[in-house]
């Protein structure tokens, strides 16, 4: 085993083209998590070059080489003998014994109970994909609605893109986790529970209610998944969303620019930890800001006074001191008797302070 952890420390780690994000790792003890392909490699390796390399080692512990018992006998001795202060294993296992040392970091896909300084590293959200775009004019959001916020998604070719992330989607999850994504990917935006994808999936393969429950609970804990509860109803349906477009596009062929704008909108939400719910005829209703938003991209004024007259009985009760309609490229202020309504385009909306 020392052979193995000796080629990883001789290493020259290589993080070329990395990005500032919005997380950062500082001197603490720190544990990465989000789905496969969310940039803790990348994040963890940005961290490890800035300093001397003799004073760090790191390894993937997905690497078959590795044997679990022969590691846990040798990889302290190892770190002690060669005066390693920062220990980094990628894509932890939790059978590796962790020991003192001056700074470990580790990457999961899920947060584990460790007394670790933690991040949770999302996709990227809009504003951190313009700082992968070579430029910013307006051709960004378009790019924007067809990449999604995976970072590796700049670097593959337009014509490679959608089998690479079914290769990374294959490779991260179980076939039955894989078919729960691919199915959800056709219901995006609906309020589905586990008995209506249980319905959709018997029908395709042989899986019992439990199972198909337990692994549909993993992918929300990892984040594949999210959902949004109905306001004052906790018990209600959910409704469905995936935490990125890209995976939509990857999976299925159906398409419908509504419900993958409103998913597009919720991520934003979502990636900002804004509290917020669905009601009927609302698509988010954010409490502590008294605010409904209204994912509507082709919105025009006549139909969003008539959706606004609907849901006036809501507003009053509820104090809401505006509507914002979320938009493609529409942008105007109304004036309504119980409420303001303001439309705004995507790109102003997402880049907003208040998002």
Same mark, same amino acid.
């Given at each position: 085993?020392?052979?193995?952890?000796?080629?990883?420390?001789?290493?020259?780690?290589?993080?070329?083209?990395?990005?500032?994000?919005?997380?950062?790792?500082?001197?603490?003890?720190?544990?990465?998590?989000?789905?496969?392909?969310?940039?803790?490699?990348?994040?963890?390796?940005?961290?490890?070059?800035?300093?001397?390399?003799?004073?760090?080692?790191?390894?993937?512990?997905?690497?078959?080489?590795?044997?679990?018992?022969?590691?846990?006998?040798?990889?302290?001795?190892?770190?002690?003998?060669?005066?390693?202060?920062?220990?980094?294993?990628?894509?932890?296992?939790?059978?590796?014994?962790?020991?003192?040392?001056?700074?470990?970091?580790? #990457?999961?896909?899920?947060? @584990?109970? %460790?007394?670790?300084?933690? +991040?949770?590293?999302? $996709?990227?959200?809009?504003?951190? /994909?313009?700082?992968?775009?070579?430029?910013?004019?307006?051709?960004?959001?378009?790019?924007?609605?067809?990449?999604?916020?995976?970072?590796?998604?700049?670097?593959?070719?337009?014509?490679?893109?959608?089998?690479?992330?079914?290769?990374?989607?294959?490779?991260?999850?179980?076939?039955?986790?894989?078919?729960?994504?691919?199915?959800?990917?056709?219901?995006?935006?609906?309020?589905?529970?586990?008995?209506?994808?249980?319905?959709?999936?018997?029908?395709?393969?042989?899986?019992?209610?439990?199972?198909?429950?337990?692994?549909?609970?993993?992918?929300?804990?990892?984040?594949?998944?999210?959902?949004?509860?109905?306001?004052?109803?906790? #018990?209600?349906?959910?409704? @469905?969303? %995936?935490?990125?477009?890209? +995976?939509?596009?990857? $999976?299925?062929?159906?398409?419908? /620019?509504?419900?993958?704008?409103?998913?597009?909108?919720?991520?934003?939400?979502?990636?900002?930890?804004?509290?917020?719910?669905?009601?009927?005829?609302?698509?988010?209703?954010?409490?502590?800001?008294?605010?409904?938003?209204?994912?509507?991209?082709?919105?025009?004024?006549?139909?969003?006074?008539?959706?606004?007259?609907?849901?006036?009985?809501?507003?009053?009760?509820?104090?809401?001191?505006?509507?914002?309609?979320?938009?493609?490229?529409?942008?105007?202020?109304?004036?309504?008797?119980?409420?303001?309504?303001?439309?705004?385009?995507?790109?102003?909306?997402?880049?907003?302070?208040?998002?």
């Amino acid at each position: 085993m020392n052979t193995l952890l000796d080629e990883y420390y001789r290493y020259d780690l290589h993080n070329a083209g990395f990005i500032e994000r919005k997380h950062s790792i500082g001197e603490e003890n720190t544990l990465i998590y989000g789905i496969a392909q969310s940039g803790k490699t990348s994040l963890i390796k940005s961290y490890l070059l800035s300093h001397k390399k003799s004073t760090y080692l790191y390894f993937d512990c997905r690497d078959c080489r590795l044997d679990i018992n022969e590691l846990n006998g040798s990889l302290k001795t190892f770190c002690r003998d060669n005066k390693i202060s920062i220990l980094a294993l990628d894509n932890y296992n939790e059978s590796i014994e962790l020991f003192e040392l001056d700074q470990i970091i580790l #990457s999961s896909e899920e947060a @584990l109970e %460790l007394p670790f300084h933690t +991040i949770r590293l999302e $996709l990227l959200d809009y504003e951190e /994909f313009l700082a992968f775009e070579s430029k910013f004019d307006s051709t960004a959001l378009n790019h924007f609605f067809q990449l999604g916020g995976f970072p590796a998604m700049h670097k593959i070719a337009s014509e490679d893109r959608v089998l690479y992330l079914q290769n990374i989607l294959n490779r991260a999850l179980e076939p039955i986790e894989f078919s729960i994504l691919s199915q959800a990917s056709k219901m995006v935006t609906q309020k589905v529970s586990a008995f209506n994808l249980y319905e959709r999936l018997k029908g395709e393969r042989k899986i019992s209610k439990d199972k198909l429950y337990l692994h549909l609970q993993s992918l929300f804990d990892r984040g594949y998944l999210k959902s949004l509860g109905k306001f004052n109803h906790p #018990s209600a349906v959910k409704k @469905l969303y %995936l935490c990125d477009i890209a +995976i939509k596009h990857a $999976l299925v062929l159906q398409k419908h /620019f509504g419900r993958i704008f409103e998913n597009l909108v919720f991520s934003e939400l979502d990636k900002r930890h804004v509290e917020c719910y669905y009601d009927e005829g609302i698509d988010f209703y954010l409490p502590q800001r008294g605010q409904i938003i209204i994912a509507s991209p082709f919105a025009n004024e006549h139909a969003l006074f008539k959706k606004v007259e609907a849901l006036e009985a809501f507003i009053v009760s509820n104090r809401v001191r505006e509507v914002i309609v979320v938009t493609m490229n529409l942008e105007s202020t109304l004036s309504h008797p119980v409420s303001r309504i303001e439309m705004i385009p995507f790109e102003r909306w997402a880049l907003g302070d208040d998002t």
